[in-house]
């Protein structure tokens, strides 16, 4: 049985690996859980699993928690120091990394530095410090395993071949809500139409990042890291239906893709239960409905977003950290309608362009340019 810290819980990526835990109770339990600022559900989720440890955003939360829990006896801590607790905590054996955005990098790094292996649904570790954080692995012996449908297909493909013969990592994306709109609409676009995802079921932040492929860039300049691969060698096409994940095309010209439905309960599955595959009940994809599988260019006047996130990963250094910032910054933004949907790419842009990359040693430099460009970022949407 494998004990997991689930960093992130009351997500949609934290939510589908309770379900796991559920289904398979012989494979999993539950050590410890981190969590944001939905008290009443992660006080369903302790009542359920019998954590030893959970942890909430803040600690003017914890009274409400208590009080909700009764006399049960899981340890509640709270902030940043609290998630580091649970990612660290003696007995768990791999920790679920699914905190949304920068909050995530800091318990994810302490996981690695522990020597916990890392199921990797938070991206922007990778994107903000990839250098240090693969760096940290390296040192630790850690194997991050991904969880991302996109990059756990990659990894899937990888399987039983050679590095140095990968040609191209091809990722996939849906194009979103907006692929076939008019272009003069998409400065119109509203919170609602922008959360409408067609294929994936998603928290609010990661759904726009998809409508603007924003997400897409972040899962590039993760790849780059992941993989040890270079810029020159990820590349994106549109795939509407989300039945291929990604592939990998090796220098013979061969394409493996790996394909299934859309449902983040499969790569979750294969990082928790890695090397061996779990025997489910869910509805597998059949071939002989598919029908049509689509394969689009991107274009940069629709999704310039995804041309932003290739620029930082050239620059390098600190420059996607500031890009990763500002884009949080704008998105909370436009969900609290102050910017319009095209605006998001402007003031990632100008962020960009006012910010002097570095090359970090340390995470707290990461961290500072962090600080720096969400200040920034919202002084510009001021």
């Given at each position: 049985?494998?004990?997991?810290?689930?960093?992130?819980?009351?997500?949609?990526?934290?939510?589908?690996?309770?379900?796991?835990?559920?289904?398979?109770?012989?494979?999993?339990?539950?050590?410890?859980?981190?969590?944001?600022?939905?008290?009443?559900?992660?006080?369903a989720q302790v009542r359920e699993f019998s954590p030893r440890q959970v942890s909430v955003r803040d600690q003017d939360s914890v009274p409400l928690l208590r009080q909700l829990l009764g006399k049960c006896r899981t340890e509640i801590l709270w902030g940043e120091s609290g998630a580091v607790s649970v990612a660290r905590a003696?007995?768990?054996?791999?920790?679920?990394?699914?905190?949304?955005?920068?909050?995530?990098?800091?318990?994810?790094?302490?996981?690695?530095?522990?020597?916990?292996?890392?199921?990797?649904?938070?991206?922007?570790?990778?994107?903000?410090?990839?250098?240090?954080?693969?760096?940290?692995?390296?040192?630790?012996?850690?194997?991050?395993?991904?969880?991302?449908?996109e990059h756990s297909a990659i990894f899937q493909c990888l399987q039983g071949n050679s590095r140095e013969e990968v040609d191209r990592i091809v990722l996939t994306a849906s194009g979103g809500p907006f692929l076939r709109a008019p272009l003069k609409s998409l400065g119109r676009v509203t919170v609602e139409q922008a959360l409408k995802h067609p294929t994936w079921k998603m928290g609010p932040k990661i759904t726009v990042d998809s409508a603007t492929m924003m997400n897409k860039g972040l899962e590039v300049l993760e790849a780059r890291w992941l993989f040890d691969v270079k810029p020159r060698q990820v590349e994106v096409v549109?795939?509407?239906?989300?039945?291929?994940?990604?592939?990998?095309?090796?220098?013979?010209?061969?394409?493996?893709a790996q394909l299934g439905l859309p449902d983040m309960r499969i790569p979750i599955a294969y990082a928790l239960s890695y090397p061996h595959r779990l025997k489910t009940s869910w509805r597998p994809l059949e071939l002989t409905r598919l029908g049509e599988l689509t394969f689009l260019p991107v274009d940069d006047r629709r999704y310039p977003a995804l041309r932003l996130a290739y620029e930082a990963l050239a620059e390098g250094g600190t420059m996607p950290a500031a890009l990763n910032a500002a884009n949080e910054v704008a998105v909370a933004a436009f969900l609290d309608r102050r910017i319009s949907f095209r605006a998001i790419h402007r003031v990632i842009r100008k962020t960009m362009e006012a910010h002097p990359p570095k090359r970090p040693k340390q995470v707290e430099q990461i961290l500072e340019v962090d600080r720096w460009a969400r200040e920034k970022a919202w002084k510009l949407i001021a």
């Open positions: 049985m494998k004990s997991l810290a689930i960093l992130g819980s009351t997500g949609s990526v934290g939510e589908s690996t309770l379900k796991l835990v559920r289904q398979f109770p012989a494979e999993f339990q539950v050590e410890g859980l981190a969590a944001g600022g939905n008290i009443k559900k992660v006080a003696n007995g768990v054996d791999i920790v679920v990394a699914a905190i949304v955005g920068g909050a995530g990098l800091v318990p994810t790094l302490e996981a690695v530095r522990a020597g916990k292996k890392v199921a990797l649904a938070n991206k922007e570790a990778l994107v903000m410090a990839g250098e240090i954080f693969v760096r940290e692995a390296k040192k630790k012996g850690v194997r991050l395993l991904p969880v991302d449908s549109i795939h509407p239906q989300s039945v291929v994940h990604s592939m990998v095309r090796y220098q013979d010209g061969s394409i493996i």
